[in-house]
């Protein structure tokens, strides 16, 4: 079955720069690869999502790319701001179902 | 739409006892998904429904675990008996197919 690993588990970056997030999965077939994100106390809300005809897709300050020729891919947030600490997920589907990576928090410090 | 709606918020309640987790996915979705969180296992899929059927329970725990779909507004997520090692916090999420998942707000469960 997938299997999506992610990594780090732990990011701290400074305010103002970049954060990177990287995925890899196991099923060549998965199509659809979403990008959640879930702060403190909250439920998990999608913030960007990319599928597998494109290789970079952009809203704003978040960016994702995927290989698939690898089976990996990423998310970049530019820019950091203190609203981005959270804790996000990367998943990839499986049939209809997604699989979610551990999550990796991210901590943006002052 | 109101979005996904989740009962209770939290729940307390000791070992052994029934626990009955609901769920009102939003109007229009045919796909509802149960989830469980923990810190140790992280975003576990438990079962889904595509049309108010079971698709793929493989994710529930073992038979203490039920859940159903009576109709397409309505899915309850069932304990029984609960142990202190089911608490975690329970997600239930709708969509349409291969589309965005909307979480409803978490059910927080405490098993003493």
Known sequence: GENVEQHPSTLSVQEGDSAVIKCTYSDSASNYFPWYKQELGKRPQLIIDIRSNVG????QRIAVTLNKTAKHFSLHITET??????????????DDKIIFGKGTRLHILP | DAGVIQSPRHEVTEMGQEVTLRCKPI???????WYRQ???????????????V???????PEDRFSAKMPNA??????????EPRDSAV?????SL?????????GTRLTVL
């Open chain 1, 56 to 59: 970079e897709k952009k809203d």
């Open chain 1, 81 to 94: 701001q203190p609203e981005d600490s959270a804790v996000y997920f990367c998943a990839a589907n499986r």
């Open chain 2, 90 to 94: 329970y997600f239930c999420a709708s």
């Open chain 2, 73 to 82: 507004s309505f899915s309850t997520l069932k304990i029984q008996p609960s």
């Open chain 2, 97 to 105: 197919w291969e589309r965005e998942q909307f979480f409803g707000p």
């Open chain 2, 38 to 52: 923990t810190m140790m296992r992280g975003l576990e899929l438990l079962i889904y429904f595509n049309n108010n």
């Open chain 2, 27 to 33: 109007s229009g979705h045919d796909y509802l998904f």
């Open chain 2, 54 to 60: 079971p698709i793929d329970d493989s994710g529930m």
